[in-house]
């Protein structure tokens, strides 16, 4: 019947609360540390973000934030230069699902999934195809546990020390002790452990409760750390409970094991997540699409999915943006001209809507995303309002005008994927997309067979040079500064660096810092924070251990600090489009949200209605 054991299930949150409730992702069973957590997702850009619109009134500012209040940086997914300006990724399920507790976490970005990943096999290199710009291209964003997850307990994400760092103590989020208390009380515990083994036959009872009662009471209790007390108050002063708090987990699962549900509880409040998997289409036009795991009976839920709501369809026009200088200050500040439009954001090729009003609903479920269209009839399931207990909808929020849901900065509207008919392991999942897309479609196609009907030809992108180049050596004569790769895609290095061993130059004969690549960064340490536009330009000449060449690079890690790297290897090397010129930027693409069924449309919604 497929899958086996529910993974990952969606259901009410510990943050929330019953009156004003969160949702959350739940372990269906134990994943063991590092393991891959088995949502693994696309990231959607919103290109230059923050320039594309002014945040002229109060609503829009509300319903901007609102957005940005559910995204990350494009970092994560290696789409920083996608656009010249601030570029924020989608990054729907696990990546939006997941939330933050101050005081623990379970789960992370296995970033160099995403950054170093394999190019879609979905288009032929260099030849034009209608999906091209329509999809987006970053995928594999992928999180793994971070420690041992035990089946029942939420998923918690390391949203980073910058997050961290601007949560007020105020913040209802907050647990009064912090990650760091609860790692600092684990080492502490993990040495005692360690102090009572290996003395264990020397040790009456009595000796160990006043050894323990020494160590917490004499050192750590009178330590002048300033959070000595509350690491104190984290590690039992009972003897035989050390390894009971280890057994649960550690200090923090100790401390809140009602955290951990049980399967009962599970399959009473919750839904499951993890019904779907991602896999190329059945329909080649159409680039990506969900496949189920289990078999889904008629009229059962295929999988659920909150909505994003994004009240203003507009803000996803993007314009030409221009240098405004100021004729007093002389300042220059970016503005868009709206005189000169370019396209909508990819993102809205992902969102749900209607015609008759201009709210957006981007669905967060694993992998509803993925899943195509097929014409009533030959769809094997549609979407709709939960009917859940747990995991449902406050329906009052159908009443609610656009501009009142705006003011909502939660996630709050539920919807479900449900099958039409019995569904098999392994079927390709189609919704209905409704009329206005499919004539959209048909539009699109009918314009692209016309434009591209002489000539096929399509510029190449990273992903090309990426196939080319895995094995191939990086070009590495720039003799006169000439770019031996297509102009559309610019090299980056991933760079972490180390000073170079005494007694060599620590400057190259144009004046540039040199420095070494960290021996010690492995791939699976990649960050897009780490991730650089380089030019290679020499490499040595024969295989090294493990990976292919090492080159040295010029790396550009702002616009006036260029510096030399050495001993960069082939596989911390790959390639990037340039500023808006990957296949979505390409103003033929398509454009056209998903439209929810005329029945499920609240009244109350349709503020454009003629
Ligand atoms: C919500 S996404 C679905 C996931 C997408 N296939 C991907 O790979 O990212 C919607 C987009 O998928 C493509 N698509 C979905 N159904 C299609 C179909 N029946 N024929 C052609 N393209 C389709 C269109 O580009 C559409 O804008």
């Known amino acids: 019947d497929g899958d086996g054991e529910c993974r990952l299930w969606l259901g009410p949150s510990h943050l929330g609360t019953d009156n004003d409730p969160e949702f959350g992702i739940f372990a269906g069973v134990d994943f063991a540390p590092d393991e891959i957590i088995p949502d693994i997702e696309v990231a959607i850009p919103l290109v230059d973000w923050t ?4 945040r002229d009134t109060a609503l829009k500012n509300m319903i901007v934030e609102f957005v940005e209040s559910q995204v990350w940086t494009g970092d994560f997914a290696g789409a920083k230069w996608e656009g010249d300006q601030n570029t924020i990724v989608a990054i729907p399920g696990i990546g939006n699902l997941a939330n933050y507790h101050s005081g623990y976490h379970n789960v992370d970005w296995l970033q160099s999934a995403a950054l170093l990943r394999k190019p879609l096999d979905l288009f032929e290199s260099g030849v034009a195809h209608p999906a091209r710009g329509a999809i987006t291209p970053y995928h594999n964003l992928t999180m793994k546990a971070t420690e041992h997850i035990p089946a029942g307990m939420e998923l918690f994400a390391n949203f980073g020390e910058t997050w961290d760092n601007n949560q007020t103590m105020e913040d209802s989020f907050q647990d009064k ?3 760091w208390d609860y790692q600092h009380a684990d080492q502490i515990l993990d040495a005692i452990i360690a102090f009572m083994d290996q ?4 040790l009456t009872p009595d000796l160990q409760e006043n050894i323990l009662d020494f160590m917490l009471e004499k050192i750590l209790g009178t330590a002048v750390g300033k959070r000595a007390k509350v690491i104190r108050s984290l590690i039992p002063d009972n003897p035989k409970k ?3 708090v280890k057994e649960a987990g550690g200090t923090f699962l100790y401390r809140n094991n009602d955290l951990v549900k049980s399967q009962k509880w599970l399959k009473k409040h919750a839904m499951c997540m993890d019904n779907l998997k991602v896999g190329p289409s059945t329909i080649p036009e159409a680039g990506r699409g969900a496949f189920t795991t289990r078999k889904i009976a008629k009229g059962d839920v295929v999988v659920p999915s909150p909505m994003v709501h994004i009240a203003n369809e507009e803000l996803f026009n993007m314009y030409e943006i221009i240098e405004k200088e100021d004729a007093k200050t002389g300042d220059v500040t970016l503005d868009i001209d709206k005189s000169n439009f370019l396209q909508q954001q990819l993102l809205i090729n992902y969102c749900f809507g209607h015609r008759e009003s201009n709210i957006l609903l981007l669905p967060i479920g ?8 097929a014409p009533a009839g030959k769809a094997n399931a549609y979407i709709t309002w939960s009917r859940h207990k747990h995991v449902t909808n406050d329906h009052g929020l159908h009443d609610l005008s656009i501009e009142q849901l705006a003011e909502r900065n939660k996630v709050g509207i539920v919807m479900v994927v449900q099958a039409l008919r ?5 079927e390709e999942i189609f919704i209905d997309y409704g009329k206005e897309w499919e004539a959209a479609w048909k539009e699109h196609m009918a314009q692209w067979n016309k434009d591209y009907e002489q000539d096929k030809t399509w510029q190449l992108t990273a992903d090309d040079m990426k196939m080319q180049y895995k094995e191939k050596p990086f070009e590495a004569d720039l003799t006169d500064g000439i770019n031996p790769y297509p102009p559309s895609v610019a090299t980056t290095c991933f760079l972490r660096t180390e000073d170079l061993p005494d007694g060599r130059p620590r400057r190259n004969p144009d004046g540039l810092e040199i420095f070494l690549y960290a021996e010690d960064l492995s791939h699976d340490e990649i960050t897009g924070a780490d991730m650089y536009v380089c030019d290679v330009i020499s490499r040595t000449d024969k295989l090294t251990d493990g990976d292919l060449y090492n080159y040295t690079v010029l790396a550009k890690i702002s616009d006036d600090d260029i510096v030399q790297v050495e001993n960069v290897p082939h596989g911390s090397i790959t390639f990037v ?9 390409n103003t033929g693409g398509f454009r056209h949200y998903i439209s929810l069924r005329d029945g499920d449309f609240p009244q109350a919604w349709r503020n454009i209605r003629e």
């Not at 320039?51 to 002014?54: A, D, G, L, T």
């Not at 019995?422 to 392994?426: F, K, L, Q, R, S």
């Open 199 to 202: 003395y264990d036959k020397d």
């Open 51 to 54: 320039e594309q619109f002014n």
């Open 177 to 179: 002790l912090t990650r």
């Open 242 to 244: 050390l390894k009971a």
């Open 422 to 426: 019995d569904i098999e392991v392994g």
């Open 577 to 585: 489009d340039q500023p808006y010129q990957g296949d979505i930027h």
């Open 366 to 373: 694993s992998y509803v995303s993925m899943i195509n269209h």
